[in-house]
C-alpha cells in the first residue's frame, strides 16, 4: 500500500498551466505505475494521463494529448501533471492513484489520493 497527497490545484483562466503534484509516502514508490483521473460535478471518473514504474512509457486521453505531459522523480516519491492550455472543460478534481502496472483502466489502481480541485474560468 502507498498514501498518496496531491497538491497544486487552484483556479486559471483558460489558455493557462498548472502543474499538478502528488506525493507518495512509503518506500515503494518506485514499484508502482502512477496515474492521474479525474472528475466533474455529475460525472464518473475518468482517466487523463499514466506513467510506467521507470518513466519510460506514458498514456494519455485523447482529450489532452499535447497539452498535458505526466512525468515522475522516484528520488522525490513524486508524480506530476503539467498541464497547459487549460479548458473549461478541464475543471474536475484531479486525483492521483497508484498501480501495479501502467494503465488506462481504472479498476487497476487500488490506492488513490485525496484529490485536488482545478478550476478553469472562460
Known amino acids: 500500500q502507498v498514501q498518496l497527497v496531491e497538491s497544486g490545484g487552484g483556479l486559471v483562466q483558460a489558455g493557462g498551466s498548472l502543474r499538478l503534484s502528488c506525493a507518495a509516502s512509503g518506500r515503494t514508490f518506485s514499484g508502482y505505475a502512477m496515474g492521474w483521473f479525474r472528475q466533474a460535478p455529475g460525472k464518473e471518473r475518468k482517466f487523463v494521463a499514466a506513467?510506467?514504474?521507470?518513466?519510460?512509457?506514458?498514456y494519455y486521453a485523447d482529450s489532452v494529448k499535447g497539452r498535458f505531459t505526466i512525468s515522475r522523480d522516484n528520488a522525490k516519491n513524486t508524480v506530476y501533471l503539467q498541464m497547459n492550455s487549460l479548458k473549461p472543460e478541464d475543471t474536475a478534481v484531479y486525483y492521483c492513484?497508484?498501480?501495479?502496472?501502467?494503465?488506462?483502466?481504472?479498476?487497476?489502481?487500488?490506492?488513490w489520493g485525496q484529490g485536488t480541485q482545478v478550476t478553469v474560468s472562460s
Open positions: 492513484g497508484a498501480s501495479t502496472w501502467v494503465s488506462m483502466s481504472l479498476p487497476l489502481y487500488n490506492d
Open positions: 506513467i510506467s514504474r521507470t518513466g519510460g512509457t506514458t
